[in-house]
């Protein structure tokens, strides 16, 4: 058993908020995250929402939700 600490990411909410803009708006950044960022990592419950959403439809379709999309799945 080791005794290493999980890493921590200390992120500002600015920081956190940029993020989840950049997976609902940036193909780009979702390919080379892809697997790197979890809903549970931000601090505030919206953005955690958020981050959720974008991450399953990128998932499934493959590319950003668009403006449309995006509202109806809010």
């Given at each position: ?35 790197l ?15 959720k ?22």
């Amino acid at each position: 058993m080791s005794d290493e600490k999980p890493i921590v990411f200390d992120f500002d909410l600015e920081v956190q908020s940029k993020i989840v803009a950049l997976i609902l708006k940036d193909p780009a950044f979702c390919t080379r995250t892809e697997g790197l960022i979890e809903p549970r990592y931000f601090d505030s419950a919206a953005e955690a929402v958020l981050a959720k959403l974008g991450l399953a439809y990128i998932a499934k379709f493959r590319k950003t939700p668009d403006t449309a999309t995006l509202g109806n799945l809010i």
